[in-house]
């Protein structure tokens, strides 16, 4: 028995291999096209947003040295006025001169905060109109008691005396007359608190006598005027300015401004 071969013939189109590497190369070159432009789209919103940053962070790094700068010649032009209030502190009638002068504040310390000490300089301000008072403590006892004080002014000199009393006898001395009341003072008139004004008094030092009868106690005030000053201090192209009074008692700052 004779067997039967059947052959099939399978045919497949196979694609040349050039098509297939063009295709390729056109897929990836369509690929490179998109991207070019997405990339080129970053740089510019990274350049957009960077380079804002790195001006602002320039512009702060500058403001902060200026700054620095500047708060540290104005704490050296502030030690240059607190310099000339300790020198005001030692001597109230330190200069009689209306001008700005470094004379009266000579000699100053070389340095300060590692720089040289500041031009400063201190004016008398003539008739300001400043004055001080002090309320002493009340002495105790018969006879005459005085209070002594110091005025760094010209001018007049106000006292108020306090007390119930029968007699109460009330002048002025300098700080060199005996603490003696004078056979011509006259007691004083009227109901308390009896207030005495001793004009035209030029600066110096003064006892006020207060003397009653029979012994009391009481309370005084005293006002005196206190000379005025103006005080610059400058570093740098940075100043301040200062106005304070003095007397024996204390120096106190009137008004300190910044320029």
Do not use: H
Not at 65 to 88: C, H, K, M, N
Not at 109 to 115: C, L, M
Request: hydrophobic share 40%.
């Amino acid at each position: 028995m004779g067997a039967t071969i059947t052959t099939w013939r399978c045919e497949m189109e196979v694609p040349e291999r050039g098509y297939d590497m063009r295709k390729l190369l056109r897929l990836v070159n369509d690929s490179t096209a998109q991207a070019l432009p997405l990339a080129l789209v970053a740089l510019a919103l990274g350049s957009l947003l960077v380079s804002p940053f790195l001006v602002n962070a320039s512009v702060n790094l500058l403001a902060s040295r200026q700054i620095d700068s500047s708060i540290r010649d104005y704490y050296s032009a502030d030690a240059g006025v607190e310099w000339a209030l300790w020198r005001l502190k030692n001597d109230p009638t330190l200069t009689t001169s209306t001008s700005y002068t470094e004379a009266p504040l000579q000699p100053t310390p070389a340095a300060i905060n590692g720089f040289n000490f500041p031009k400063t300089e201190v004016r008398y301000v003539p008739a300001a109109g400043m004055a001080e008072s002090i309320t002493p403590d009340w002495q105790n006892g018969a006879g005459a008691k005085c209070y002594p004080f110091t005025s760094s002014e010209a001018g007049s000199i106000f006292a108020m005396v306090d007390v119930t009393t029968n007699q109460v006898w009330i002048t002025l001395l300098s700080d060199s007359d005996p603490c003696e009341t004078p056979v011509d003072l006259n007691p004083m008139e009227g109901d308390p608190p009896y207030t005495v004004q001793f004009s035209d008094k030029p600066a110096g030092s003064y006892q006020l006598l207060v003397q009653t009868a029979p012994p009391k106690k009481g309370t005084i005030t005293i006002s005196y005027p206190v000379a005025s000053y103006d005080i610059r201090s400058e570093m740098n192209g940075r100043s301040v300015t200062s106005r304070a009074t003095a007397s024996a008692n204390a120096v106190r700052i009137v008004s300190w401004q910044l320029e």
